[in-house]
């Protein structure tokens, strides 16, 4: 089983405090639990703390990179990239990064960006993102109630799953469906969730004229995320290309994989990544919502293609991207942690 260790509630605190109680927390914890090696998640927030502890206490430290924190907050509008408070995130990201005795990441783009910092190549090791396969039912047939209860029956759906952001590229959807509409009158859209771009998304709609073509459910229980994924013909996962996009791999593709979904996703870096275009699933330009339609309207002329374009996807997810695959990896990543660890002590001394 797994132990839970809480930190105390730092709302409303400064950063330096959080960090402060966060070390005081872990500093605790890793004396009574006496680790081998203190694993921690960015951002920075985090991995400060983790390697104060784990120097004082004489604990390697392995710091895993999900994402740009950087990055992340120019996308949702807290900074500028180029910023003074950009710049000093990105400073300490990088601190964290040649501090800790092995760095994980889950892609190749930011495998590639954190080298750039100056990280040895032997440090640095990709544990990619994965699924639980055996989670996701293969080839289940829609709820004929819920289909009817959204106004779905009979038609075409292209839908999104997940939270909306501004680079998650749905207002690129809502504009290849307003151009796709006169030679698909049954079309609708399901957007599966929500997030700060509801409002805009639902105006932008309506000025097109399409409220009663694009239908948001509002947010979703994660257990009932699946009955709506069955209602969806075609998935659309057209990201804006952003340095963010661009490097990071995102989990809804592979969620759809492992469900046999048919999609679409533009062809920013995370996606290249992932897609195997024509195999798994079908790629588009970035930030082109002509591009976008052209990529829909080809999916929907060639159902015939869509059972062999399903298996292909589960397959994939099966062989390369299992949770139980990629967390085989960390022991390795461990042992070079113990390792280089020990290395430095005798240095030191």
């Known amino acids: 089983g797994l132990t839970f260790y809480r930190t105390p509630s730092a709302k409303g605190a400064g950063l330096s405090t959080q960090m402060r109680l966060t070390a005081h927390r872990l500093g605790e914890v890793v004396r009574t639990t006496k680790p081998d090696v203190i694993h921690a998640h960015s951002p920075v927030l985090n991995a400060l703390p983790s390697l104060w502890v784990g120097r004082r206490q004489r604990v390697p430290v392995v710091y895993e990179v999900r994402a740009s924190w950087e990055d992340a907050a120019v996308d949702h509008g807290t900074?500028?990239?180029?910023?003074?408070?950009?710049?000093?995130s990105r400073a300490l990201e990088t601190f964290a990064l040649r501090q800790a005795d092995q760095i994980t990441t889950i892609c190749e783009g930011l495998r590639g960006d954190i080298a750039m910092r100056g990280i040895p190549d032997e440090r640095i090791t990709v544990i990619p993102n994965a699924v639980d396969a055996s989670v996701f039912q293969f080839g289940v047939e829609a709820d004929p109630n819920l289909r009817r209860s959204l106004g779905l029956d009979g038609a075409t759906v292209i839908g999104f799953a997940g939270s909306f952001y501004a680079y998650e590229g749905l207002d690129l959807l809502i504009e290849a469906t307003r151009r796709m509409l006169p030679g698909h009158p049954d079309l609708r859209v399901l957007l599966v969730g929500g997030g700060p771009q509801e409002s805009r998304l639902k105006?932008?709609?309506?000025?097109?004229?399409?409220?009663?073509?694009?239908?948001?459910?509002?947010?979703?229980?994660?257990?009932?995320?699946?009955?709506?994924?069955e209602l969806i013909d075609v998935l659309a996962y057209p990201r804006w290309p952003i340095r963010l996009t661009e490097l990071v791999t995102p989990l809804k593709p592979l969620e759809a994989m492992a469900q046999g979904r048919m999609f679409v996703a533009s062809d920013v870096g995370g996606h290249r990544e992932l897609v195997r275009h024509g195999e798994t699933g079908f790629l588009f330009r970035a930030g082109d919502a002509g591009a976008l339609e052209i990529a829909l309207e080809d999916v929907l002329a060639q159902r015939e293609m869509w059972p062999q374009i399903r298996l292909q996807a589960r397959r994939f997810v099966e062989l390369e991207r299992?949770?139980?695959?990629?967390?085989?990896g960390y022991r390795e990543v461990y042992q070079r942690a113990l390792s280089r660890y020990d290395r430095t002590q005798l240095i030191r001394a």
């Open 203 to 229: 105006a932008q709609a309506a000025a097109a004229g399409l409220q009663d073509r694009v239908i948001f459910t509002g947010r979703v229980a994660h257990a009932e995320v699946q009955r709506y994924y």
């Open 79 to 88: 900074t500028v990239e180029g910023s003074l408070r950009y710049r000093l």
């Open 322 to 328: 299992t949770w139980s695959g990629s967390v085989a």
